[in-house]
């Protein structure tokens, strides 16, 4: 069973369980091919969230935002922007083997520069094992960053994965992350 990580609004990478940072220049094997996403609702009340989470490359297809409900905005809590925000939450989650140890990580994200990044990075996974389905990608944990439209927010700090090399896939464990991701959740804010 992995450890999830997330991306913190210090711009670090952390463990969910005890805010450890992993730190920038890890190396770990994306074991993309066990990628899960989907759509994740807080419950509040120390209650276990919902979610309709699969493998991404097991065919699962997220069901459309429209069937999820929660459609009545008057009933959403107020975000950061001082506006109602959708209880729904599209989510991964993406395992990462470390290369020179035995953890597992499993990168949790539900920003718009996380999901940005995993996405890049799934694509560019894509294209490797194309020309080499023997091999997974090794990544390298990285702190990216872009300048906002908003000039008074500026630069915003993101999380990166750069491709550094490739593993072999054999003895690489698929990940258990069905299930036990309820148990590791938090509310991000």
């Known amino acids: 069973m992995g450890e999830f990580v ?7 990478f952390a463990r969910v369980s005890d805010g450890e940072e992993i730190a920038p220049g890890t190396k770990c094997i994306c074991v993309f091919d066990q990628t899960q996403h989907g759509w994740i609702r807080f419950n509040g009340d120390g209650q276990p969230p919902t979610r309709h989470m699969g493998a991404m490359f097991g065919g699962y297809v997220p069901p459309p ?9 008057s009933q959403w809590e107020e975000g950061l922007s001082g506006q109602p925000t959708d209880p729904w939450k599209s ?12 953890r597992l990580y ?6 718009v520069t996380g999901l940005r990044a995993v996405a890049s990075l799934i694509s560019e996974c894509k294209q490797m094992a194309k020309k080499d389905p023997t ?3 090794v ?3 990285a702190i990216g960053a872009f300048e906002h439209k908003n000039t008074k927010i500026g630069t915003v700090k993101k999380p990166a994965f750069k491709v550094v090399g490739r593993a072999p896939r054999d003895g690489v464990e698929a990940p258990q992350i069905g299930a036990v991701a309820v148990l590791d959740d938090e509310i991000p804010f």
């Open 6 to 12: 997330r991306f913190t609004k210090e711009a670090k």
């Open 65 to 73: 935002r429209s069937e999820l409900g929660d459609d009545d905005k």
């Open 139 to 141: 990544v390298e944990l």
């Open 106 to 111: 499993i990168f949790q994200t539900m920003s």
């Open 91 to 102: 989510q991964v989650l993406l395992p990462l083997k470390e290369l020179d140890g035995d």
């Open 135 to 137: 091999h997974y990608p």
